[in-house]
């Protein structure tokens, strides 16, 4: 399994009271699986993520990615497990200003030592950002900034793939296209995939759609 999530809690501070943002949370994904994780704006989806990515500590429950359980680690094994084994395309791309589109994306990969050239020049061809390669981040447009992100994920062949909304700046079409790519990338890397929409098209694309309201978690498609 690459990422279990066992009795996950998570409140928050809103005005003068606290609130249970999740409740109680079981979520599993095993390599080479692709789950949606959807739910209304401010249900707790990206906090979700943040907390996997070992972003925001753990207030009670246990979250495991690649065998390492989180509550317990070090900043450092954090900062390693975030290098080597997870993939973030997050919601703001986050791409470094002062790299070019073919740095941005070796940077990644070479940090997590898994700098494959093969399997970046067929990414950057597949997602067709050939002609960007040279370019920097503050050129492009949206759509353009969130393929170099995906490709820069892609890039290092991460153990757990975590998605925040990678089509949200895509047109229907191009929207689709990246994520059966992300999908069939994502089955043969063997990497387990979790994405956050608000498409239910793309949604459909994965194994599993989970729900996130109120606090509570519910699968809605996929294997009971
Ligand atoms: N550290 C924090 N302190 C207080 N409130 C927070 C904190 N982090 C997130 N929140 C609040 O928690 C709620 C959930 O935020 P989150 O970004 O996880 O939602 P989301 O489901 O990803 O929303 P969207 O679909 O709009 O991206 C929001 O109301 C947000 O303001």
Do not use: W
């Not at 979520?27 to 401010?42: F, I, K, P, R, Y």
């Not at 990206?46 to 690649?66: C, F």
């Amino acid at each position: 399994m690459s990422l279990i999530i066992e009795s996950l809690n998570h409140q928050i501070i809103d005005g003068n009271k606290t609130r249970n943002l999740l409740s109680n949370i079981d979520l599993s994904v095993s390599q080479g699986e692709c789950v949606a994780l959807m739910g209304d704006s401010g249900s707790g989806k990206t906090t979700l993520l943040n907390l996997i990515a070992g972003l925001e500590p753990i207030q009670q429950g246990s979250i495991k990615v690649a065998d390492l359980q989180l509550g317990q680690a070090t900043e450092k094994a954090l900062s390693e497990l975030r290098k080597k084994q997870i993939g973030i395309i997050f919601q703001q791309y986050n791409l470094l200003s002062s790299l070019s589109v073919r740095d941005n994306i070796e940077f990644s990969a070479r940090l997590a030592g898994r700098y494959d050239p093969l399997i970046c020049n067929k990414l950057v061809n597949q997602l067709d950002i050939f002609s960007l390669l040279d370019h920097y981040p503050a050129t492009l447009s949206g759509g353009e900034m969130q393929r170099v992100a995906i490709a820069r994920a892609l890039c290092a062949q991460p153990h757990l793939l975590l998605a925040d909304e990678p089509t949200g700046n895509l047109d229907e079409h191009n929207g689709a296209c990246v994520v059966t790519l992300l999908v069939e990338l994502a089955k043969r890397q063997n990497t387990a995939l979790l994405l956050v929409t608000h498409s239910v098209n793309v949604a459909q694309k994965m194994d599993k759609i989970y729900h996130l309201a109120k606090g509570k978690l519910s699968l809605v498609k996929g294997a009971f």
